[in-house]
């Protein structure tokens, strides 16, 4: 179980939060980052360049130069892409998407969080 646990976090901390009926009440203004994830195709960069940009207008990112934004494409991507198998996987129940962490490496995720790995008994 805290294997499943850190896999979750190493992914970014992307698990949402349930989901939602969509009811008269719901606004129209609602924008979802996750619709059509399962739907880009990670080779194409012109496509995730375009859910990349959604995600930094959203999330407010602004990286210090070019060199840090392609870094943090390529995580972006390298994230999209373990969504997507974990999405696909007809034994799991969870539904993975794109959240504010989702341009950090797993190693910056257990910086954040402070998560570590269970050591082996000595």
């Given at each position: ?92 129940d969870a539904i993975y998407g794109i959240n504010a962490f ?21």
């Open positions: 179980m805290f294997c499943q646990a850190v896999l979750v976090l190493l992914v970014s901390n992307c698990i949402l939060q349930g989901t939602t009926e969509s009811t008269e009440e719901t606004s129209s203004l609602e924008y979802d980052i996750n619709d059509g994830l399962m739907m880009i195709d990670p080779s194409n960069d012109e496509q995730v360049m375009a859910k990349f940009a959604e995600f930094k207008n959203i999330f407010t990112r602004e990286y210090a130069d070019a060199a840090e934004e392609e870094k943090r494409f390529k995580i972006f991507k390298d994230n999209l892409i373990k969504v997507q198998k974990l999405n696909a996987n007809p034994n799991d989702f341009d950090l490496t797993p190693e910056e995720m257990r910086m954040r969080t402070g998560l570590r790995p269970p050591q082996p008994k000595t």
